[in-house]
């Protein structure tokens, strides 16, 4: 890359705040960002869900015993009687019950679904984790830019209120028009407008970047005078259309939520089919109850072992009716993979171009940086020696004031489309996240 002409090294700096030993660059607003943003925090959350839920479908498959416990006192009525009354009595156990799955078609798809939600609980945090990067990336990015269009504007509003007080002095001495001061005037005005509307952004987007990180932007660092400009690796798009396939995170959550729907037919579908348990039990009772042991007391033991089968036959077509149900949403699923696999593709292919181009855009905004500031130097000498109007002056820092604001641009879409790319083919990560921040400067200003 070719180093940038001086003028846009000083716009650049004049634009940025100075560094502090506080300050934080991009790697550092990402590591905040992960323990400060809140929706960062409940995807987390909600990957910890997932992980129980593979825990509750295995339990589906695994013996479950339970102890039950009993107490009962007999009162007997009290009968008017020569004899008088019986004395009553107390019934005292318990018992241990097991029963384990032998057959069960509808606990075995629950539990395969407990798997996909844990591995797609997974992906989803992976693809949070990449998004927050992005939104980080984006955020710091646009807080540079909007500090780069301010410094650009106050340059550009300066300029203008130093030929605003030539017109009015050359107007007074009578050797110049009151165009000239109109014209002035105008661009004053208007470069005090876009002052307004540039801190204006400024103020959004570090409100956004605080947001995420928790930071303070005012002391962000800046974009280094130069950085290299770095062609994709691989330098193919079928390969990293191909890469995207494999490991984008949104088309492994769509392929397993097709797999849960799968899953969840295959469940529906097993109402129509026998259920086969193994159960055992062991009962412990002892009683004194006159009536039942004749005056004296008893103890029951006895334990039990057996098969049960559940063969379902009919259930007024609701069981048919929950197939139906699953076959439409296993339909929808695989369609919505298909439609993620296209929009992927479609990421891709603007995320490849966005630093293809991004690069080849930089180098021409560079150019045209330098003949933009050529036209300015000679429109200000033409100016002094009368061969070019007040009008063309404005016009020559209004186009120079917007090359360092479209250059700047260009930087700032560049960096955020590696890291675009980098998500859209599933391979962001915080290494990935370091490349990119070198760009930024490093040492005290």
């Known amino acids: 890359m070719n180093r940038p002409v001086p003028i846009l090294a000083a716009i650049l700096l004049s634009g940025s705040l100075a560094a502090t030993a506080q300050a934080f660059d991009l790697l550092q607003a990402w590591q905040a960002a992960r323990q400060y943003d809140s929706g960062y925090a409940a995807a987390g959350a909600n990957w910890r869900a997932g992980q129980a839920q593979g825990d509750q479908g295995r339990a589906l498959l695994l013996p479950q015993l339970s102890l039950s416990g009993n107490y009962s006192q007999n009162k007997p009525i009290h009968a008017a009687t020569a004899g008088g009354s019986e004395p009553g009595g107390v019934t005292h156990g318990y018992g241990v019950n097991l029963t384990q799955p032998l057959f069960d078609a509808a606990r075995l ?3 395969r679904k407990g798997q996909i939600n844990q591995a797609q609980a997974g992906s989803t945090y992976d693809s949070a984790g990449q998004q927050l990067m992005v939104d980080v990336a984006a955020a710091y990015f646009s807080v540079l830019q909007a500090q780069d269009n301010l410094a650009a504007t106050e340059i550009a509003k300066r300029a203008y209120a130093s030929q605003l007080a030539q017109a009015k002095t050359e107007f007074d001495i009578g050797t110049a028009t009151i165009t000239d001061t109109n014209e002035a005037q105008a661009g004053y005005d208007g470069a005090v407008a876009d002052e307004i509307q540039a801190q204006s952004d400024l103020e959004l987007n570090s409100n956004t970047l605080a947001r995420l990180t928790g930071l303070r932007p ?4 800046p974009l280094a005078d130069s950085f290299p400009l770095q062609r994709p690796q691989p330098d193919s798009l079928e390969d990293w259309l191909a890469m995207a396939q494999r490991n984008s995170p949104k088309i492994i959550s769509k392929q397993q939520a097709l797999e849960l729907a799968e899953q969840t037919l295959a469940e529906k579908r097993a109402g129509h089919l026998p259920v086969v348990q193994l159960t055992a039990g062991y009962q412990d009772n002892i009683t004194n109850d006159p009536a039942s042991t004749l005056g004296g007391q008893a103890r029951t033991r006895g334990s039990t072992i057996g098969i ?13 009716a929950q197939v139906s149900e699953a076959v439409a949403l296993r339909d929808s699923a695989r369609d919505e993979l298909e439609n993620t696999r296209r929009l992927v593709r479609e990421e891709v292919r603007r995320a490849w171009l966005g630093v293809t181009n991004g690069i080849a855009a930089i180098r021409a905004q560079q150019q045209r940086l330098r003949s933009t500031k050529s036209k300015l130097d000679s429109t200000q000498l033409g ?6 109007t007040n009008l063309d002056l404005l016009k020559a820092q209004q186009d120079y004031s917007t090359v360092l604001k479209d250059l700047a641009s260009a930087r700032y879409r560049y ?14 990560d915080e290494t990935m996240l370091a490349d990119v921040n070198q760009a930024l400067q490093h040492s005290a200003r």
């Open 109 to 111: 798809a629950n539990y």
């Open 218 to 221: 005012q002391e962000i660092r």
């Open 308 to 320: 049960n089968i559940t063969v379902p036959l009919y259930s007024g077509g609701g069981i048919r």
């Open 383 to 388: 100016r002094e020696v009368g061969i070019r």
């Open 415 to 428: 960096l955020n489309a590696r890291l675009q790319l980098a998500q859209a083919a599933g391979t962001l």
